[in-house]
């Protein structure tokens, strides 16, 4: 998997030299529906050709921008492909076997009603889930203009951050991938912390399932 990931980031970084702009775009459109792509990877290969003078920062960013949104509609309308009604069929059938009901569901669905920009705007922001996000967006059929605009706001900062370190290393813009990764570790770690809590929330409703499998 480290290999594929590593062939797939000198794939984006080789058609963003290629094509500038257009490159960009296009692979900030797949990273956001393919997360293996690495925006941290690509991303200061950019900021590293605005230094150079190749690239403009502003457009750069906008583009990278567009491009982000773009691959975000496309999962935000899968989400809404996918639906709700579906969902909850997954949960009716196979809910029992991690403890996930209906009522958690909608438990989840009303929060993120009350959270969901705010949730967009932040997850746009984190590696891992910044792609994952717009499926419950669109399965919750979020208004699609406070979804554009909340998650352009969002991979607008990331990609300001990446694009600008890429310029202020120079040379060495491909030694930040390394420092992102403990961003991702960290993700990871608090992900599984989380994960932990729901099962030791949940333990007595697994105990009762497994009994009843036995």
């Not at 963003?16 to 797949?30: E, S």
């Not at 491009?67 to 989400?79: D, H, K, Q, R, T």
């Not at 208004?143 to 300001?160: D, E, H």
Request: glycine fraction near 10%; proline fraction near 4%; aromatic fraction near 14%.
């Amino acid at each position: 998997m480290g290999s594929l990931i590593g062939d797939l980031a000198s794939w984006a970084v080789d058609v963003i030299d290629t094509l500038g702009y257009l490159g960009l775009f296009l692979v900030l459109v797949l990273e956001n529906v393919f997360p293996p792509i690495p925006s941290e990877a690509v991303l200061p290969l950019a900021g590293f050709l605005t230094g150079k003078g190749d690239m403009n920062f502003f457009l750069a960013v906008l583009v990278s921008t567009t491009g982000a949104v773009v691959g975000a509609l496309i999962l935000y309308w899968f989400g809404d492909w996918f639906g709700e009604e579906r969902v909850r069929w997954l949960i009716r059938k196979f809910g029992k076997w991690f403890a996930i009901t209906e009522q958690d569901f909608d438990t989840a669905g009303s929060w993120f009603d009350r959270r969901g920009n705010l949730a967009v705007l932040v997850c746009r922001c984190v590696p891992i889930v910044r792609s994952i996000v717009s499926i419950p967006a669109g399965i919750r059929r979020m208004p699609l203009i406070p979804f554009i605009v909340y998650s352009a706001i969002g991979s607008g900062i990331w990609n300001s951050i990446l694009i600008g370190l890429g310029w202020i290393v120079g040379d060495n813009w491909d030694d930040i991938e390394h420092y992102v990764e403990y961003l991702q570790y960290i993700v990871i770690v608090l992900v599984l912390a989380l994960g932990a809590f729901y099962v030791w929330k949940r333990k007595d409703m697994f105990i009762e399932q497994f009994l009843k499998r036995g």
